[in-house]
């Protein structure tokens, strides 16, 4: 019975509210919005997020709730309905919260220019990476960083190596020097190659 579902949606314990939030095809988009307006269960919202076929204004109420976590789950709940401008405001905000990145970047549907808008700060959060590993010397990611940057800038074309300033070492061959760099360091191993 609809009374019962809906107490069992309200439970303190996630592990008895989390299933029926995410599964019950009881709830009503009403009582989904009361949930998510008044739960003080941590994973509540995220429950929520993860349903199928959310419809439009129960995202925009997760949304409206800041909690990273549920956004991020909503993101990746691919027959979840966003909004288009719902996802432009994600997608901006997207350069600060690194746990909506790998969900908005799998999603199917993204608004025009989204993935321009996107391509500056993953490039930069993936870089990040690349800075922490033992194998890249500064001079390395250096070479990279410009790289990356002109290809972003230029739309992703393929630029002529002299247009770019400089050799286009991701699609021709390493230039000698920085071989020669790697493998002084004792760093030229067949990963670094591949």
């Known amino acids: ?8 949606a309200s439970d303190l ?6 299933p029926v939030l995410e599964h019950s095809p009881v709830l009503h988009d009403e009582d989904l919005l009361e949930i998510i307006a008044n739960t003080q269960v941590d994973g509540a919202v995220n429950a929520v997020a993860r349903r199928e076929n959310l419809r ?3 995202s925009d109420a997760i949304v409206a709730t ?3 976590g549920a956004i991020a789950d909503l993101l ?9 401008e ?3 405001q994600l997608i901006d905000k997207a350069e600060g919260v690194t746990l909506w990145q790998k969900p908005l970047v799998a999603r199917r549907e993204l608004p025009d220019g989204a993935a321009a808008r996107m391509a500056h700060y993953l490039a930069d ?3 990040a990476e690349l800075e922490q590993r033992a194998d890249m010397d500064e001079a390395t990611l250096s070479e990279v960083r410009a790289v990356v940057s ?4 230029t739309g992703g074309g393929r630029a002529e190596p002299e247009a770019a300033g400089g050799q286009d070492f991701l699609n021709g061959d390493l230039p000698m020097d920085m071989v020669m760099r790697l493998y002084n360091a004792r760093k030229l191993d067949a990963r670094v190659v591949e």
Request: a negative charge.
């Open 76 to 84: 990746g709940n691919d027959s979840a309905q966003i909004r288009e």
């Open 56 to 58: 439009e204004n129960i």
């Open 86 to 88: 719902t996802l432009d």
């Open 13 to 18: 314990a996630i592990e008895v509210s989390g």
């Open 1 to 8: 019975p609809r009374e019962i579902i809906k107490l069992l």
């Open 125 to 127: 959060n993936l870089l």
């Open 150 to 153: 002109q290809r972003i800038d």
């Open 66 to 68: 800041d909690n990273n």
